[in-house]
């Protein structure tokens, strides 16, 4: 399989803006169900924002809704993340994840996703 590749990662301000992006080495499609993840020190890797690409249905974490938003490119095979007035706990490392089948139950597990990129790093200041 093709290994993912995050990228836009930085430091901004918190109130600032961010956007993240997610496509395959080999500009292989999109996988059916892709998603954000994230992991900073001392927590466990928490699900972010997930997507079904073939019908475009979100779905976020709980404390996210509202600031962060998934996005797909109809045409190119790559996912963004909008990150929106972001905040110093939004600190760590953002992985893309991919996976064929799924289900909007376990959209933001961890388990359901067999390909993982290397992150990138995100850094929100005061």
Excluded: H
């Excluded at 803006?17 to 998603?35: G, H, I, Q, V």
């Excluded at 079904?52 to 709980?62: F, K, M, Q, S």
């Excluded at 994840?97 to 990129?117: F, I, N, V």
């Amino acid at each position: 399989q093709a290994q993912l590749v995050e990228s836009g990662g930085g430091s901004v301000q918190a109130g600032g803006s961010l956007r993240l992006s997610c496509t395959t080495s080999d500009y292989s499609p999109k996988r059916n169900w892709m998603a954000w993840f994230r992991q900073s020190p001392r927590k466990e890797r928490e699900g972010v924002a997930a997507i079904y690409t073939g019908a475009g249905l979100t779905y976020y974490g709980d404390s996210l809704k509202g600031r962060f938003t998934i996005s797909q490119d109809n045409d190119e095979p790559i996912i963004y993340l909008q990150m929106d007035s972001p905040k110093p706990e939004d600190t760590g490392m953002y992985y893309c994840a991919a996976a064929d089948s799924g289900s909007t139950r376990y959209a933001l597990d961890r388990r359901s996703y067999d390909s993982w990129g290397q992150g990138t790093q995100v850094i929100i200041s005061t």
